[in-house]
C-alpha cells in the first residue's frame, strides 16, 4: 500500500482571499507524519493556492478538467493548463457533475485520459445513487464507472491513479457510509481493479461522503480505505488536518 491520501475538494466556495488564507493555515499547522495532502480550490483561487503552497509538501489540484486538449471550446480549462498552474491532481466524474451537468461514463473516461495525458493524476469519483443502492445494484455501479475508464486508457491508464468511492446519498448530506458499507465497495474495487491488471494492487482508493474529523478514524482502519475525498470539512483548517492526522493511523 502507498502513502495514505487526503484530498479537500472546496467546490464552488471561497474569495480568492479566503482560498489563499485556507491554504496557509493549512501549510502553517501540517506536519506531514507519511500522509500525503492535497486541496482542490476553484480554477480562479489556483495561482493564489500555489503562492500559499509552493515550496510545501502540500499539493494542489483541479476540481474538472476538459476532455479536449486545446482549442475553441470558450469556458473549458485543459489539464496541459492545470498541469501549467503546478496542479498535481484533476478530481473527474464527480457526481455533481455527472448529475447537474450530464457527464456521461465516456465523458468521464475522456477526461481522465486528458488528465494522464499532461501529467496529472486523476482522482476517478465512483458511486450510487440512492435508488440504486436500494435496488442492490451498487457493486454494479461502480463497475460500470471504472469500466468505461478501463476500455478508454487500458489497465495501464490507471496504473498510479486514485479512485474515490463516494455514494451520491453521503455527499453533503452529513450521512456517511459505515465504515463496513465504505469497505464492501472498496474491496470490490481493488479486486475489479487487480482483475484487470495485478500492477493495480496499489491505486489508491479514497472514501468520500461527509467525511469529518469525528468518523475519519473508523473508516481509516478498514483495510481498502486508503484515505478520504472532503468536501464541506475541507473548508475549515482545524477540522481538515484533523482528518489528515487521521489518516496517519494508515502510515
Ligand atoms: P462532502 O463532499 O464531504 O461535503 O460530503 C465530498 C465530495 O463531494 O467530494
Request: with cysteine.
Amino acid at each position: 500500500m502507498g502513502r495514505p491520501l487526503v484530498v479537500g475538494n472546496w467546490k464552488m466556495n471561497g474569495s480568492r482571499d479566503s482560498a489563499a488564507l485556507l491554504a496557509s493555515s493549512v501549510r502553517q499547522q501540517w506536519q506531514s507524519c507519511g500522509v500525503e495532502v492535497s486541496v482542490c480550490p476553484p480554477y480562479v483561487h489556483l495561482f493564489a493556492v500555489e503562492s500559499a503552497l509552493g515550496g510545501s509538501d502540500i499539493s494542489w489540484g483541479a476540481q474538472d478538467v476538459a476532455e479536449w486538449r486545446e482549442g475553441a471550446y470558450t469556458g473549458e480549462v485543459s489539464a496541459q493548463m492545470l498541469a501549467d498552474a503546478g496542479c498535481r491532481f484533476a478530481i473527474v466524474g464527480h457526481s455533481e457533475r455527472r448529475q447537474l451537468l450530464g457527464e456521461s461514463d465516456e465523458v468521464v473516461a475522456a477526461k481522465f485520459e486528458a488528465a494522464r495525458g499532461a501529467g496529472l493524476v486523476p482522482i476517478l469519483c465512483v458511486g450510487e445513487t440512492l435508488e440504486e443502492r436500494d435496488a442492490g445494484i451498487t457493486l454494479s455501479v461502480v463497475e460500470r464507472q471504472v469500466q468505461a475508464v478501463l476500455s478508454r486508457v487500458g489497465a495501464a491508464g490507471l496504473d498510479g491513479a486514485v479512485v474515490a468511492y463516494e455514494p451520491v446519498w453521503a455527499i453533503g448530506t452529513g450521512r456517511s457510509a459505515t465504515p463496513a458499507q465504505a469497505q464492501e465497495v472498496h474491496a470490490h474495487l481493488r479486486k475489479l481493479l487487480v482483475a484487470a491488471s495485478p500492477a493495480l494492487a496499489g491505486v489508491s482508493l479514497l472514501y468520500g461522503g461527509s467525511v469529518k474529523a469525528a468518523n475519519a478514524a473508523e473508516l481509516f482502519v478498514q483495510p481498502d480505505i486508503d484515505g478520504a475525498l472532503v468536501g464541506g470539512a475541507s473548508l475549515q483548517a482545524e477540522e481538515f488536518l484533523a482528518i489528515c492526522r487521521a489518516a496517519a493511523c494508515r502510515v
